[in-house]
C-alpha cells in the first residue's frame, strides 16, 4: 500500500504543540520521572526492525510489560532497508520502529523511499547511534514521530510510545499509588489515608483516595464524612464513569483532597468485573494528578490487576511471621510481573509494641528481599486519639515523628517537599 509520503512532513507541522497541566500537577524531568502516570498503550501493532541484538532484547522486555497488555508487537531482523522491502508487500502497522546505524545522509535518503510505503496515519520512531541535533531536525521535518539514541532501558522505549498514542483530549494521567497489608490489621488503610492527606495538604498536589474495600471500609469513618454515595456507583455502572460523574460522586475533604468513600456494608453482596475496577480507576486518574488505592487485605483479579497496573506499590507489614511470609509472596508476584518498574515500597508498621516477640528489621528485610522505606514507631496515643477525632496525625500532631515520616513518604511518591505549617492550638479545636 502506497501514497505520496506527505503524511510525514503533514505530522511534523504538528509537533511542538503543548497542553495545560491539571491544578496540582507539576512537571519534572528527573529520573524518577513524576510528570504523570504510566498509561496502557491501546491496542496497536507495533513492527520493530531491529540491527543489533541488545536493541531487540530491550525490546522484547518491553513487550512483555503491563502496559503493553493491549498492543502487538512483532521483532524483524534488519534496519530500513528491511524495513522498506517488508512494507512494500506489506500493510503498515501503527508504529514503526526502526533502527539504523546508517550515516545521516543514507538514513535520511532511506527514510525518505520508506515514506513512499507507508500510510497516512503511521508513526515512525527511529533509533540510531548518534546523538546529533542536525540529524534530529532533519528527521522530524520528514515527521519522523521520535529520534532515540542507545544505551536505551525498556520503560524510556514504553513512554516513548504511550507519548505518541496518549489522547490529546486528555493528556495528562494522574499517577496511582496502591496500598495494601501483607496481612489484616497492620495498618494499611491508616497509611493510605495519612499518605493521601500528606500529598492533598503538604505537598499541595490534588489527590483522590479511594477506598475499595467495599464492605469493611473506613475512608468514610476516618475522615468524617459520610457522603450519600460510594464508590460502588460508580463500580455498577463503569460506562458511565466520565468526569462530570465523577466529580459528582466524589466526597470533598479539603480544597484538594477528595474521597471515594466504601459504602461499608454487609447488606449488599457486590460482584464486580476486574474490568469494571479498571475502568473507573482510569477514569479517576484522568480527573487528578495523584491517585491513592487502599486496596483490601484480599486476592483476586482485580485486585491483582490494581497492584500490578499501579504506578507505585506500598505493602505494609508488621514484624512478624505472617506478614514475612505474605509479603514476600506478594513482593515475589509483582517483581515477576512488573520487571520495569521499581519492586513494591515496604513500609514496617507499628514496630516495638511492649512485650511482643518480633522478627529483628534487618533479619525481616533480608528474608523477604526488599529494605524498609518506612519504619513507622508503635504509637497509639497520636494514631488512637487522631482516629477519634476524625483526623489525620498530620492535623493532630504535625510535629510527631509519625507525621514527619507520613511526609517523608508523600515525598517519596511525588518527588516533592512537604510544606507543612504550624498549627496553632485554637486552629487545631477549629478543626475537629
Given amino acids: 500500500m502506497t501514497n505520496d509520503g506527505r503524511s510525514f512532513i503533514e505530522k511534523s507541522s504538528q509537533m511542538g504543540q503543548s497542553s495545560t497541566l491539571p491544578s496540582g500537577f507539576e512537571s519534572r524531568t528527573n529520573a524518577a520521572d513524576f510528570s504523570g502516570g504510566d498509561r496502557t498503550i491501546p491496542a496497536i501493532s507495533i513492527k520493530v526492525f531491529y540491527e543489533r541484538s541488545e536493541t531487540a532484547q530491550i525490546v522484547k522486555t518491553a513487550a512483555s510489560d503491563r502496559r503493553m497488555k493491549q498492543a502487538s508487537l512483532e521483532c524483524i ?3 530500513l532497508s528491511t524495513a522498506i522491502e517488508y512494507l512494500s508487500a506489506n500493510i503498515t502497522p501503527n508504529l514503526l520502529i526502526i533502527e539504523s546505524n546508517l550515516p545521516s545522509n543514507e538514513m535520511l535518503t532511506q ?3 520508506l515514506a513512499q510505503y507507508c500510510d497516512s496515519d503511521v508513526e515512525i520512531m527511529v533509533i540510531g547511534a548518534v546523538n546529533d541535533i542536525v ?4 528527521l522530524m521535518a520528514r515527521g519522523v514521530s521520535e529520534y532515540l539514541v542507545p544505551p536505551l532501558q525498556p520503560l524510556q522505549l514504553l513512554r516513548a510510545i504511550s507519548k505518541l498514542f496518549s489522547n490529546p483530549e486528555t493528556p495528562f494521567l494522574g ?4 496500598t495494601i497489608g501483607a496481612k489484616g490489621g497492620v495498618g ?4 493510605a489515608h495519612n499518605l493521601a492527606w500528606a500529598i492533598a495538604e503538604n505537598i499541595k498536589l490534588n489527590t483522590t483516595l479511594m477506598d475499595l474495600d467495599l464492605s469493611f471500609g473506613t475512608t468514610a469513618l476516618d475522615f468524617n464524612r459520610d457522603g450519600p454515595q460510594s464508590v460502588a456507583d460508580a463500580l455498577l455502572a463503569p460506562e458511565r464513569a466520565d468526569q462530570a460523574i465523577i466529580a459528582r460522586l466524589l466526597t470533598p475533604a479539603t480544597e484538594r483532597l477528595s474521597l471515594f468513600t466504601a459504602p461499608a456494608t454487609v447488606s449488599q453482596e457486590f460482584d464486580i468485573s476486574p474490568e469494571a475496577f479498571d475502568t473507573v480507576i482510569q477514569a479517576v486518574r484522568n480527573t487528578v494528578s495523584h491517585l491513592v488505592l487502599d486496596l483490601p487485605h484480599s486476592w483476586n483479579s482485580w485486585v491483582k490487576d490494581s497492584l500490578v497496573s499501579a504506578d507505585e506499590v506500598i505493602l505494609v507489614c508488621q514484624p512478624d511471621l505472617a506478614s514475612l511470609r505474605n509479603g514476600k509472596n506478594l513482593i515475589d508476584r509483582l517483581k515477576s510481573e512488573r520487571p520495569n518498574d521499581s519492586a513494591p515500597h515496604l513500609v514496617m508498621n507499628m514496630v516495638g509494641i511492649p512485650k511482643r516477640p518480633e522478627v529483628p528489621l534487618k533479619d525481616f528485610a533480608t528474608a523477604i528481599g526488599v529494605q524498609p522505606t518506612l519504619v513507622i514507631p508503635y504509637d497509639p496515643t497520636v494514631f488512637g486519639t487522631a482516629t477519634n477525632n476524625g483526623q489525620m496525625i498530620s492535623e493532630y500532631q504535625p510535629e510527631s515523628k509519625s507525621a514527619l515520616l507520613m511526609d517523608e513518604l508523600a515525598g517519596l511518591m ?8 504550624k498549627k496553632s492550638f485554637l486552629q487545631k479545636l477549629l478543626r475537629r
Avoid at 175 to 178: E, H, N, P
Avoid at 188 to 191: H, R, V
Fill in 77 to 79: 531482523a534488519g534496519g
Fill in 111 to 113: 527514510i525518505d523511499i
Fill in 135 to 138: 540529524l534530529y531536525r532533519e
Fill in 175 to 178: 499517577r496511582s499509588i496502591a
Fill in 188 to 191: 494499611s488503610s491508616t497509611i
Fill in 414 to 421: 511525588t518527588g516533592k517537599t512537604a510544606q507543612t505549617e
